[in-house]
C-alpha cells in the first residue's frame, strides 16, 4: 500500500499534469485514510512526501496546495501521527501556522486568503481530534485573532477559544495546578518552553459539552482572584462575538462558558453585557446558548425579572405563525426542558414544567385539530403535564378540553381521515392514557369508543393493537389494556356475521389472536365464533392460505391458554373442522398436528412444546419419546424467513433454482402485489413441486388492465422445503412491458384483409375529425426499407393489417384492453421512415414513443442485421 501511494505522490510532483488531475490523485488520501496509511510509519512517511509535494507547489496553483493541507491533515489524524505528536505532525503544525500568518493576500487577491482559511480549518481539526495540541500557541492565535480584518477572523476566533477550551480542561486535571500555570499558559515568559501536554481524545469529558448535567460535575481550576490574563482574553473575545455569524457565535460562547464554568475565579457577570442581545434574538443557536448559560449560571447571572421574560418569550416563539413548525417544536421542547434558577428536580432528562408555568400562560397553546400532526402531540404532551400538575386530573376543564380534542380526531378517522391523521389520532390517545388512564370515566369510555371505531373500520386492527401493546408496555400496573382486548372480544364476536367479509375477517383474526394471550380473558366466545363462522359458511373450502393461518394462530394462542382444560371440546371441534375441510393441505396439515397435540400431550408438556424456543428453555430428557422425537416441533410450527430471493418467475423457458439450499419444494404458493392501480389484483396461484432436475412448470398469469400501462408485480412464495419446515421468500419483481399489453384487432378470424383495413381506415378518419376525443403524434427515424420490412416482420407482424401495396405504406393496429387503441401509419418518404399514430388515450403517447425508440435503437436494429441513422 505503501508503494502505491509514493507513485501517486510522485506523478503529483510532476507539475506538468492539469490542476483538476492533481486535486483528483489526492481524493482517495481524503476518503479513505485509514485504508491507505494503516499504520503509523505508513502516515508519517507519506506526511512527509506531502509536505515536500508543498512547498514545491508554485504560489498559483492555490487550489491543489489547500487540497494538500486537507490531505496532510486528514493522514496525520487517522494515521494516530498527530495523537503521537511525531516529527512530521509537528512540522505540519509549523507549515500550518506559517499559513495562516502569511499576509500577502492584502492586496486584492482572494486566493491567499482562501488557502490561509484552510489552514485555519486545519488547524482547528487537528486541535479537535487531539485536544492540547496547540495550548503552547495561546499566545500566537490571539495576535493572529486581533491583527485579522478580513473574514478570516471568525476562524481564528473560533480556534482560539477551542484551544483555550482544552488547556484550562487539561489544568484542572492535574493536581497542583492553579494560576501561576494557567498565566503561563496564556503567554508568560516561559510559555515558549513548555513542554506539549497530551489529552486523551476519548475521553467525554474532553469532547462532549460540560454545561449540559448538573453543574456539580464540571471540574474546576483554583486560580483564585488573580486571573487578569483570562479575564482579558475572555472580554476581548466577547466583545468582537456581535461580528460573527450566529452560529460562530453560538459554537464561541458555548466554549466561553465552559471556560467560565471551569474557572471560579472569573464571575458570571462578565456576560452580563451580552445578556440583553441574547435575550431578544430571533436566532435558534443564540437563543439555545443562552438557555446554556442560564443551565450553568442561573440566578448568578440571571434575575428572577430575566427567568420570567426569557419563559414568555419561548411561549409566544412557540407559536409565532411566522417561523417554521421544527422552529416551534424545538422551542416547545426548551419549555419542558426550561433550566430554573432554582430548580426543584435534578435529573439530567427528566420532563418537567418550570414554576413559573401557569395554566393561564400556557394557555396559548392548546392543541387544536388544525394543527399539524407534530405540533399537535408536542402541545398535547404539553397540555397534559400543565393539567396534570395543577391537579385537574379529577374532571378540571383542562382535562375535559383534551378528551373533547380526542373526540374530535375519532370523529375525523371515523369519516375517512387520512393515514396521518389516522397516527396522530392513536398516538394522541397514547399521551392521553399515559397520563390519565387513571381517570376512570374518561378512560373507560375512550375503549367503548375504540371499539365502535375498529366494528366500522376493521382495517384498524394494527393500530388499536398497537394502542394496546404500548400501553401495556408503559403502564404495567393498569388494566386498561387487557380490558380493550375483552371489549373489542366482545364487539367482533357479538356482532352479526351476516356481512362478514374476508378482509374483516382478517383482521378480527388477528384481534382475537392478541386477546387470547391474555390469561384474564376467557377464549370461549373466540372458539365459539371461529366454529359458527367456519362451519356454516363456504369459508372453509376456501383455498386461502393467509386466512387460515390466521385461524390457526389463534388455536396456537387458546393451546397456550391458562383455562385449556375447559376449552378441549370446541377447540378440538375447531382444529377438527379445519383438517378434514379446509381447501389448503398446508392448513390441514398444521391444524392435524395441533389436534394431535391437543389430544396427546398434557398442558404442560403442550406448553413446553409451544413456548420453549421462544423462551431459550433447553428441552430435558426427562420428556416423553413423543417430545424426543419432536425436537424441531417449534421450528416446524413456524413460517421462517429466507434471507434472500430463492424462487423467481420468467418468461417461458429453463428457469433454475438460484439457491442450492433448496433442491426440492412442496406446496408452494405464490402472492402477488400490485404497486399501482392499473390492474385488477391477481389471485393467488399454487405449485405443487418443484425440482432443481426437473423443468420447471410454466404458469400462467391472465393480467385484467385498468389503464393499459407497464407496472411491477411484487411476488412472494410460501412453500415447505425437504426438511419439512415451511420457509417464506420474497421473489424478483415481475415486469410488466407496455408491448405485453397489446392484442390483435379483436374481430372474428374469418373476417378478410380487406375488411381489417377498412375497420383501420374508418377508426384513422374518426381520429382526424374528432381531435379533442383522439390524440395524434410522428415519430421518425432513417431506416433503410429492408431493415423496415425486418422490423415489422419481428415486431409488428401479429397486429399487422396490410402490406406495402398500399400508397401511404403499411397499416398496424393494437387493442389494449379494456377500451384502448394505436393506429400506426408507417411510411417512407426519401430517406425517412414515419411513424404516424393516433390513440383514443392520450396517456399513451409517452409510452408509444418510448417502445418506438426502443424498437428502432441501435442495439435493436443490430439484431436485426441493420443499424439505424437517426431517430428523432
Not at 486560580?223 to 457565535?249: A, N, V
Not at 459554537?251 to 452580563?272: C, D, K, Q, Y
Not at 432443481?692 to 388492465?705: A, D, G, K, M
Not at 393499459?708 to 415481475?734: E, Q, Y
Amino acid at each position: 500500500e505503501l508503494t502505491l501511494i509514493l507513485k501517486v505522490f510522485l506523478a503529483l510532483v510532476l507539475l506538468t499534469l492539469s490542476g483538476s488531475l492533481q486535486v483528483l490523485l489526492l481524493v482517495p488520501l481524503c476518503e479513505h485514510p485509514f485504508l491507505l496509511c494503516s499504520s503509523e510509519s505508513a502516515g508519517e512517511e507519506t506526511a512527509l512526501d506531502l509536505m515536500s509535494v508543498f512547498l514545491q507547489c508554485p504560489p498559483r496553483s492555490q487550489q491543489f496546495r489547500c487540497h494538500l493541507l486537507v490531505a496532510l491533515t486528514s493522514v496525520l489524524i487517522c494515521s494516530s501521527c498527530a495523537g503521537s505528536r511525531s516529527r512530521a505532525s509537528l512540522d505540519f503544525l509549523d507549515l500550518l501556522l506559517q499559513v495562516a500568518q502569511d499576509t500577502s493576500d492584502h492586496h486584492g487577491d482572494s486566493s491567499p486568503l482562501c488557502l490561509r482559511n484552510t489552514a485555519a480549518e486545519c488547524l482547528r481539526e487537528m486541535e479537535a481530534s487531539c485536544p492540547g495540541l496547540l495550548s503552547q500557541r495561546l499566545e500566537l492565535l490571539g495576535g493572529l485573532r486581533q491583527q485579522e480584518t478580513s473574514r478570516l477572523h471568525q476562524a481564528y476566533a473560533g480556534l482560539q477559544v477551542l484551544v483555550l477550551r482544552n488547556a484550562v480542561l487539561h489544568l484542572t486535571k492535574e493536581s497542583g495546578a492553579g494560576a501561576a500555570q494557567l498565566k503561563a499558559l496564556l503567554g508568560g515568559p516561559s510559555c515558549a518552553d513548555q513542554d506539549v501536554f497530551q489529552m486523551d481524545a476519548n475521553d467525554p469529558a474532553v469532547q462532549a459539552s460540560l454545561v449540559l448535567g448538573p453543574m456539580g460535575r464540571v471540574p474546576t481550576l483554583p486560580t483564585g482572584p488573580d486571573c487578569k490574563e483570562l479575564r482579558s482574553i475572555l472580554s476581548s473575545l466577547l466583545e468582537e462575538s456581535y461580528l460573527l455569524s450566529p452560529l460562530c457565535q453560538a459554537a464561541l460562547l458555548h466554549r466561553l462558558i465552559e471556560v467560565v464554568a471551569m474557572a471560579p475565579g472569573i464571575p458570571p457577570a462578565i456576560f452580563r453585557a451580552q445578556l440583553l442581545r441574547l435575550l431578544g434574538t430571533n436566532q435558534v443557536a443564540l437563543l439555545h446558548v443562552t438557555l446554556l448559560m442560564k443551565c450553568a449560571f442561573t440566578d448568578s447571572l440571571f434575575s428572577a425579572e430575566d427567568e420570567a421574560f426569557l419563559l414568555k418569550r419561548l411561549l409566544v416563539l412557540s407559536q409565532h405563525p411566522v417561523l417554521s413548525a421544527s422552529e416551534r417544536l424545538f422551542y416547545m421542547d426548551c419549555i419542558l426542558h426550561f433550566p430554573e434558577n432554582r430548580p426543584i428536580s435534578c435529573g439530567d432528562s427528566d420532563e418537567a414544567l418550570p414554576v413559573l408555568l401557569t395554566p393561564q400562560l400556557a394557555s396559548i397553546l392548546l392543541p387544536t385539530v388544525l394543527n399539524d400532526s407534530a405540533t399537535l402531540l408536542a402541545r398535547l404532551h404539553l397540555q397534559a403535564l400543565v393539567f396534570l400538575e395543577d391537579g385537574e386530573e379529577e374532571g378540571g376543564g383542562g382535562l375535559a378540553y383534551i378528551y373533547d380534542l380526542l373526540g374530535a380526531l375519532l370523529h375525523m378517522v371515523d369519516r375517512g381521515g387520512s393515514r396521518d391523521l389516522v397516527v396522530t389520532f392513536f398516538r394522541a390517545a397514547f399521551l392521553f392514557l399515559l397520563y390519565f388512564h387513571h381517570v376512570e370515566r374518561y378512560s373507560a369510555r375512550l375503549s367503548q369508543q375504540l371499539c365502535q371505531l375498529y366494528l366500522q373500520h376493521p382495517l384498524l386492527a394494527p393500530h388499536i393493537l398497537n394502542l394496546a401493546d404500548r400501553t401495556q408496555d408503559h403502564l404495567p400496573e393498569s388494566d386498561w389494556a387487557v380490558g380493550l382486548l375483552q371489549g373489542l372480544q366482545r364487539a367482533i364476536t357479538g356482532a352479526p356475521g351476516g356481512q362478514l367479509t374476508l378482509p374483516d375477517l382478517s383482521c378480527h383474526l388477528k384481534v382475537l389472536s392478541r386477546a387470547a394471550e391474555e390469561g384474564n380473558i376467557s377464549p370461549c366466545s373466540t372458539l365459539r365464533f371461529l366454529s359458527a363462522v367456519f362451519t356454516s359458511s363456504l369459508l372453509c373450502s376456501g383455498s386461502n392460505w393467509c386466512l387460515g393461518n390466521g385461524v390457526l394462530g389463534v388455536c396456537r394462542r387458546v393451546l397456550l391458554h391458562p383455562s385449556l382444560d375447559s376449552l378441549f371440546g370446541p377447540l378440538a371441534d375447531v382444529l377438527l373442522h379445519l383438517a378434514c375441510n379446509y381447501g389448503d393441505s398446508d392448513i390441514q396439515d398444521h391444524a392435524r398436528l395441533y389436534f394431535s397435540l391437543l389430544t396427546t400431550l398434557s398442558r404442560e408438556k403442550l406448553s413446553a412444546v409451544l413456548q420453549g424456543a421462544a423462551e431459550g428453555q433447553v428441552k430435558k430428557r426427562a420428556l416423553s419419546c413423543v417430545m424426543a422425537e419432536s425436537e424441531g416441533l417449534t421450528n416446524a410450527l413456524s413460517v421462517h424467513q429466507t434471507d434472500r430471493a430463492v424462487l423467481r418467475l420468467t418468461e417461458a423457458g429453463p428457469g433454475p433454482l438460484q439457491e442450492p439450499l433448496f433442491e426440492q419444494l412442496f406446496s408452494i404458493r405464490l402472492h402477488f402485489r400490485l404497486t399501482d392501480h392499473h390492474y385488477h389484483p391477481l389471485p393467488d396461484a399454487s405449485v405443487p413441486l418443484l425440482h432443481r432436475q426437473r423443468p420447471p412448470p410454466e404458469l400462467t398469469l391472465t393480467l385484467q388492465p385498468r389503464r393499459p400501462h407497464p407496472t411491477t408485480i411484487r411476488v412472494a412464495a410460501i412453500f415447505t422445503a425437504k426438511d419439512g419446515l415451511t420457509w417464506h421468500s420474497d421473489m424478483p419483481d415481475l415486469h410488466v412491458a407496455f408491448q405485453q399489453t397489446f392484442l390483435p384487432l379483436p374481430v372474428p378470424s374469418t373476417w378478410s384483409r380487406a375488411s381489417r383495413v377498412a375497420v383501420f381506415e374508418a377508426l384513422w378518419e374518426e381520429a382526424e375529425s374528432e381531435a379533442g376525443v383522439w390524440a395524434v403524434s410522428l415519430f421518425c427515424c432513417q431506416l433503410g426499407e429492408a431493415h423496415l420490412k425486418a422490423l415489422l416482420q419481428t415486431h409488428f407482424l401479429p397486429f399487422l393489417l396490410s402490406d406495402s401495396s398500399l400508397e401511404d405504406g403499411f397499416r398496424v393496429l393494437w387493442f389494449l384492453p379494456p377500451r384502448s387503441h394505436v393506429l400506426l401509419k408507417i411510411s417512407r418518404e426519401d430517406d425517412a421512415t414515419l411513424f404516424k399514430m393516433a390513440t383514443d388515450d392520450r396517456q399513451l403517447l409517452p409510452h408509444i414513443n418510448d417502445y418506438l425508440l426502443e424498437v428502432t435503437s441501435t442495439a435493436a436494429i443490430r439484431q436485426l442485421g441493420s443499424e439505424p441513422e437517426h431517430r428523432s
